[in-house]
Each structure stands twice: as structure tokens, then as C-alpha cells.
């Protein structure tokens, strides 16, 4: 890291003059500090011994809160919201993570071994930024035009995408994160790019303004035509004079789920010889990254150019380990950690591709693209507005292919399928080695594929196979207005079926019986079936069913969701063949309490990727997602006896519980619907809380005070009683319970009791009970 620093004090000491080298030090948890206030006073007052040592040994240090982008409550904010988004995201000691600096650069070394000796300090490290990425074009066989436009396998087929709605960007949002740009370039100025952070610097306006080219020049009859020229909306951050993860925390709390941001930079890899790499070696980095891919945003990322297109070593990633021991790269490796980002390598323009001597290689590079010869947009020092190039690279020129490919394949899949795939479906998607080029078959390092958008979008499309659960019994596999939670293909057993697919397949005469589930019985395993049909054109192979369950709730938001367990289905026939899994089993341990409960199933392979739990946290995609994606449907229809429950709270009653739920993230309004198909004599009462019952007063005359929390109010047995207008809070669970009675005489006999959920006239949700004798 001393070499880094020469380098920088000889090569780039404008920026070092704006972004000073500093030590970024993670306390312990256990050790707190206040975010909002000076590091060395707090430690001061608190007559902490290492500190007094420290600051008499290097006067004029200062200690300040690491992420300083965002306040520390806006930042709480958004790691909420990507806990609500994903339920895999465990988030980063943000808060644990300061920055330490000093006047004299050099003494920082010394500073950062002294702090990692303190029992407080989980880790110090410092930082020296690195020069933009650097294009040796002595030697380039120079392209005259765009062909990493072309068809594979010169290129990724961006003019076939440019054919399908959506598929030149239309709708799609882009960030790009790096130093200095020149937005008012005459193929960019139509976009009319803002800066969300930071200031641009001179010296690198030539580089961002080639990464923009790339991606989005204007289809305007000037120099070059980017990969996705329409798109809606086009930013740039900067860490110039900052920071890199406040540029990207800046970023991301201006971003949606869906959209794409590029990360086109690169640092000095820790424990190297100046190894540059990909920006999350460093781990606060790392944390302001995983936020962003778990708040449902596409995160592309420049590998790095090894010595900065210098000679070998390139980064090995499978092999490097941190100064901490950590394998960080390698997912076999003890300290792998994945950000969620899609981190691109460089390769030949010229087909077969072959490795960049000096880009990055290992298991975790997602995506190959050119890394010379690219024919974008240029500028200089002075921002001047119409210079051209046909000599960028590195893996800062391979990186926006990648990045114009996602916005191309969430642009056709808005377009044409309703909703936008988050990051890990679009990572599926373009390190598929299905739907990609791969390198030279003399290529012997790993660096996956290039993308194909045709063989891509061929797959989105024109879906082979394509995959679907029903959502109720005469679901075909299309968008619906029918029920949405009703689904005969989610089939829970409290005893293993010998033979499923002969008890619940095609040909078994059960196919669209719904009532072949079994209620959650104590102290015992169970084993739940999932059924699929594949309408597609070609059978499909390593089908992964997932069923999560749920309390049941009128609304079953991913936050509800327990994951029972995953099983893979060898072949899923096309033809429409009913085709059952093998059992999942669900340990009796990990069974709640005896009861009904809503089950969630989602279904997938490469090539028709099911939805992540991370996607549904987007109320838009969750809206769409419930009638328009064939690959998850919900189960929450529940088999009941009308024999009376001797713990109901009404005699002669059988209770019905379950959650009235608000949408995920704000507060929204709902129409209640609860529709009893009821016989003469029957009785259906509503019970509620309190603060649900003022809303609804005026639907539900009679009714009667329990408490003071808790309303119970007589509803029509054979009518619908609608309840409009309801406003729950974000992320309401409101704990209710429907009372039900029968008459004795028809208790064997089969009734329904439906409650639907809507927004805007859209079902997002509902639950079905239904008596009488369940069917084998």
C-alpha cells in the first residue's frame, strides 16, 4: 500500500489534494460511540487509554463518522427498507465504522497498525485512492465502429434487442458512479444528466463521458448510438473530493428497485503489490454496496485493471485472501461474502475472446465484455463537446456493456412481461452460460460469459420453457383476473406419499382437486408437494421449487414469509404435463403451532428464473408479480371442520383467524371484502381491533364492545359485506378472527367463506375457508 501512495503522490497528486488517504477503522460492536459526534473527544472524555497514546504520538489526528453521505437516521431508514425488501440481507455495523485522518499521508500506516492492535478495533485499513482506470491504445487494432454492437459472438446483440418494446432502455433509470464526466457532450445533452454528489473532476471527464457513451448515446444522427439510447433517466455520481461509499449511499437513496447503477472504479486491493481491483475489496464499501443490491438495485461493477493495463499480475480472485485471512472472492473459501453485484472482467474484442493479460479472473466474475478497441464518445480536460474515440477499454469499457445490457432486458421485461427483475434474477440472467458467449476454448481462467441478448430475450419472450403453479384450479399459466390465493398445487401432508406423482399427476385423477392439503397437526413432520405444468416449447431441466409459510393473512407480504424448503425437479416435460416434486421435508421442530396456515411456492430454473423473496418488497412488482408472474402463486385456501371449536370465543362457533395486512412500505388504502356463501340458520361475526372497527363503523351496524381494544360485529352469511376505504399503516397486522356456525344438520356439507384485499380496484390478496369433507 507505501507503493500506492508514491504512486499517487508522483502520478495524481490533484487527487490526492481532494481525496485525502484516511484509515477506515471498524470498532467491535460492543464498543459504541455516538455516530453524530467527534470520535477522539468522545474517547477522550471517556480518558480512553490508546487514544491518549495515540494522538500525543501523531498530533493533529481526527476521527470521524466513515458514511457521511447520508444522516445516520436517513441511513437507519434505508437499512430498514432493505430488511423489509430481503430477507436474506443481515446488514453491516455501519455504525461501527469511523475515519481517521492525518495531515501527513504517510504516517497513516503507522497509524492503522497501532489502532489494530486494540482489543476495541475489529479492523483498520487504509485507504489510498487509485487512478481512473488507464487504455494503453499503442497497440490497439483500432474497431471503425460499434461492433460490440453486432450479433454474437463478436458482440452482445444490442441492435436485436432494439427490435422488442423497451428494448433501447425506454422506461429505465441509470446511475453511473466514478470521478467526472462531460454531460453536456452533443451525443449525451438530450439526457440531461444531473450530479446527485460530489464534483466533477477535469481529468476525468474523458473517461466517464466514454462509460455514458457506451451505455446511452443519443440516437440523434451525431458520432455514436448507445446500447440503450432512451433511457428515462440518466445521473451520475461522484467520489471526487469524497468518498466512494458516500457517493454510493447518495446513489442509492435516490434510487428504485429495478434500476441499475455502475460502479466504475477501482481500488488498490489490500495485501497486494498494488493489485487494482474491484471497489468492494474494502469493506465499508462492501456494506454500502449490499445495501443497495438488497434494497432491489441492479449493482454492476468494474473488475478492475489489474497494474492498471500494465503487465501481470492480473487479480485471482479464487485465490487472494485478505490481510485478515479471509477468502472474500472465492465461495468455497472461509469468509466468502457475496455484495449481490454483477462484477464484469475484460476480454479481446476480437472473436474468441480471450482474457485481458491483466483483468481480473475467479468464480466470482459474473460477465466478460471488450475490453479494447471500443468506438464511444471522448472529451478532455476543457469538456470539450464533440470528440469521439474508438481506442477506450479496460474493464471500465466492458462494464457499461454489461450495464446496457441489464437496462435492455428490464426495459423488454417492463415492456412486455409487467414488471422488472431485481438484482439476483438479472444476475441469473446474464451469467447464464445458456444465454451467453463464452471465451475461447483457450481461455483457461474463469470469466463466464458475455451476454446474448438475442438468446436472452428469446428466453424472456418467446419463454422456452415456461414454467407455472397455478394460482386456482383453472389457471392456465396467462395473466388472470381470477383468485389469486387459491392454488391446488401447493400440497401439504402430515405422511410421506409413496409415489407423488402418481397420487397428485397428470393422469392421477386429483389434477384440480383442491382440497388435497391437510392441516398443520402437532409434534410431527410434514411433507409438502409442489405441482408445476411447463406450456413452453422445450422441456426444462433443474427445476427448483421453494415453498416458504405464512400466518394467514389477507395480504402475505415477503416479510411473513419462513422458508420450509427448497427440492429440485430433474425435468419439468413440456406439453402441459401436470409434474409433482418430491417431498420437502418440513421437520416437526421447525412446524408452528397446530392450525392452517398460507403457503407461498415459487418455482424456477435457468432459463425461467423464478422471483427472489427480494422482489416482492417493491409494491409495484408485488402488484404485478401476484397475477402476472406464472412462476409463484400462494396457497391460502384452508380445508376447515364446521364442527364447533370448544376454544372459540363463541359457543356453538368455529374461529377463523388471521392478520389484516397493510402494504410493506407506507401507508396505503384498501377495500375489505368478505363474502360468505352461507346456508339458512348460519351465523358469520367479524371480530377486530378497535382501531379497525372506527374506520369501518359504517359498514358494520351491529356490533358489539369487548374491551377496549376489540370489536365484534355480525356480518351477512349469504351476502358481501365491503369495507372501503380502509387506510393501514405501512406494515399493519392487524390481528382479527372470523366466527363461523353452521347449522348441525349441514356441517358435512361443503360452504365457503371468502375475504379479498384490494388496491385500486386490483385484488393483492385474500383468503378462502371452506367446509366439509376433504377429499383424498
Not at 279 to 293: K, N, Q, S
Not at 336 to 345: L, M, N, Q, T
Not at 416 to 432: I, V
Amino acid at each position: 500500500m507505501e507503493q500506492a501512495l508514491k504512486f499517487m503522490q508522483d502520478k495524481h497528486p490533484d487527487i490526492l489534494e481532494k481525496e485525502p488517504p484516511y484509515v477506515a477503522v471498524r470498532f467491535s460492536p460492543e464498543f459504541k460511540l455516538d455516530y453524530n459526534d467527534d470520535g477522539i473527544r468522545q474517547l477522550s472524555e471517556r480518558q480512553f487509554t490508546p487514544i491518549k497514546r495515540l494522538t500525543t504520538k501523531f498530533p493533529g489526528l481526527r476521527m470521524t463518522r466513515l458514511y457521511q453521505a447520508l444522516s445516520p437516521d436517513k441511513l437507519s431508514d434505508l437499512i430498514k427498507r432493505a430488511q423489509a425488501t430481503d430477507d436474506t440481507y443481515k446488514p453491516g455495523p455501519f455504525f461501527s465504522y469511523f475515519k481517521i485522518e492525518h495531515d501527513d499521508p504517510a504516517q497513516l500506516f503507522a497509524i492503522a497498525k497501532d489502532m489494530q492492535r486494540w482489543r476495541e478495533v475489529e479492523q483498520a485499513q487504509v485507504y489510498i485512492p487509485a487512478p481512473d482506470p488507464l487504455v494503453d491504445s499503442t497497440d490497439d487494432v483500432r474497431a471503425v465502429n460499434q461492433t460490440y454492437l453486432n450479433a454474437a459472438p463478436v458482440g452482445i446483440d444490442a441492435r436485436y434487442a432494439w427490435t422488442f418494446p423497451g428494448g433501447d432502455g425506454q422506461g429505465q433509470a441509470l446511475v453511473d458512479l466514478e470521478r467526472g464526466w462531460t454531460v453536456d457532450h452533443e451525443d449525451l445533452n438530450a439526457h440531461g444528466i444531473t450530479l446527485l454528489h460530489g464534483t466533477i473532476r477535469d481529468g476525468s471527464r474523458a473517461h466517464g463521458t466514454s462509460v455514458f457513451g457506451e451505455i446511452c448515446a443519443v440516437d440523434n444522427a451525431l458520432g455514436c448510438v448507445g446500447i440503450t439510447p432512451n433511457l428515462a433517466s440518466v445521473r451520475a455520481t461522484s467520489y471526487f473530493g469524497n468518498t466512494i461509499q458516500d457517493a454510493l449511499l447518495a446513489a442509492v437513496s435516490a434510487m428504485a428497485f429495478g434500476d441499475v447503477l455502475l460502479l466504475e472504479v477501482q481500488v488498490a486491493v489490500p495485501g497486494t503489490a498494488n493489485i487494482l481491483g474491484p471497489c468492494e475489496v474494502l469493506d465499508a464499501v462492501y456494506e454500502a454496496i449490499r445495501l443497495a443490491t438488497a434494497l432491489g438495485i441492479i449493482v454492476v461493477e468494474a473488475g478492475g485493471n489489474g497494474t492498471n493495463n500494465g503487465q501481470t499480475p492480473p487479480l485471482a480472485m479464487d485465490t487472494y485472501v485478505t490481510p485478515g485471512g479471509d477468502a472474500i472472492f472465492n465461495p468455497a473459501g472461509a469468509g466468502f461474502r457475496d455484495s449481490g453485484a454483477i462484477i464484469v472482467s475484460a476480454a479481446t474484442s476480437a472473436a474468441p475472446h480471450t482474457r485481458m493479460v491483466w483483468a481480473p479472473h475467479g468464480q466470482r466474475i459474473d460477465n466478460y465484455a471488450w475490453g479494447q478497441n471500443i468506438n464511444t464518445l471522448d472529451s478532455n480536460d476543457g469538456g470539450s463537446t464533440n470528440l469521439y474515440t474508438n481506442s477506450f477499454g479496460g474493464t471500465s469499457g466492458a462494464s457499461p456493456m454489461v450495464t446496457g445490457a441489464a437496462l435492455a432486458i428490464n426495459g423488454i421485461a417492463q415492456a412486455s412481461l409487467g414488471f422488472r427483475f431485481g438484482p439476483k434474477q438479472m444476475r441469473a440472467l446474464l451469467r447464464n452460460p445458456a444465454t451467453g458467449t463464452p471465451p475461447s476454448a483457450a481461455e483457461t481462467t474463469q470469466i463466464s460469459v458475455m451476454p446474448n441478448l438475442r438468446l436472452i430475450i428469446d428466453n424472456l419472450l418467446d419463454v422456452t420453457p415456461d414454467l407455472y403453479i397455478r394460482d386456482f384450479v383453472g389457471d392456465t399459466g396467462l395473466p388472470h383476473t381470477g383468485a389469486i390465493s387459491s392454488s391446488p398445487d401447493i400440497i401439504v401432508r402430515p405422511t410421506a406419499v409413496v409415489n407423488p406423482q402418481g397420487a397428485f399427476g397428470e393422469g392421477s385423477g386429483t389434477e384440480n382437486s383442491n382440497t388435497l392439503g391437510s392441516s398443520v397437526v402437532a409434534a410431527t413432520d410434514h411433507f409438502v408437494y409442489v405441482r408445476m405444468r411447463n406450456q413452453g416449447g422445450s422441456a426444462a431441466t433443474d427445476v427448483n421449487a421453494t415453498v416458504f409459510w405464512s400466518p394467514p393473512a389477507s395480504l402475505v407480504t415477503p416479510d411473513l414469509w419462513t422458508e420450509v424448503g427448497t427440492t429440485t425437479l430433474a425435468t419439468v416435460p413440456n406439453g402441459n404435463q401436470l409434474t409433482v416434486s418430491d417431498a420437502i421435508t418440513w421437520p416437526a421442530a421447525s412446524v408452528p403451532a397446530p392450525g392452517h396456515y398460507c403457503f407461498v411456492g415459487l418455482i424456477g430454473n435457468a432459463l425461467d428464473p423464478a422471483p427472489s423473496p427480494a422482489d416482492f418488497g417493491d409494491w409495484a412488482n408485488f402488484q404485478r408479480f401476484i397475477r402476472d408472474n406464472n412462476n409463484v402463486t400462494w396457497r391460502n385456501f384452508n380445508v376447515i371442520d364446521a364442527e364447533p371449536d370448544p376454544s372459540a370465543a363463541v359457543d356453538g362457533f368455529v374461529a377463523l383467524p388471521f392478520l389484516l395486512v397493510g402494504a410493506p412500505d407506507k401507508p396505503r388504502v384498501f377495500d375489505i371484502v368478505i363474502d360468505g356463501k352461507l346456508p339458512e340458520g348460519a351465523r358469520l361475526l367479524f371480530q377486530m381491533p378497535l382501531g379497525l372497527f372506527k374506520q369501518a363503523r359504517q359498514y358494520l351496524p351491529k356490533a358489539d364492545f369487548l374491551d377496549q381494544d376489540e370489536v365484534r360485529a355480525s356480518l351477512h352469511p349469504f351476502r358481501q359485506t365491503m369495507l372501503k376505504g380502509m387506510k393501514l399503516p405501512a406494515k399493519y397486522r392487524g390481528k382479527c378472527q372470523l366466527l363461523l356456525h353452521i347449522p348441525k344438520p349441514l356441517r358435512k356439507q361443503t360452504f365457503q367463506v371468502m375475504l379479498r384485499q384490494y388496491h385500486r380496484g386490483q385484488q393483492v390478496g385474500g383468503l378462502t375457508w371452506q367446509t366439509g369433507a376433504r377429499k383424498a
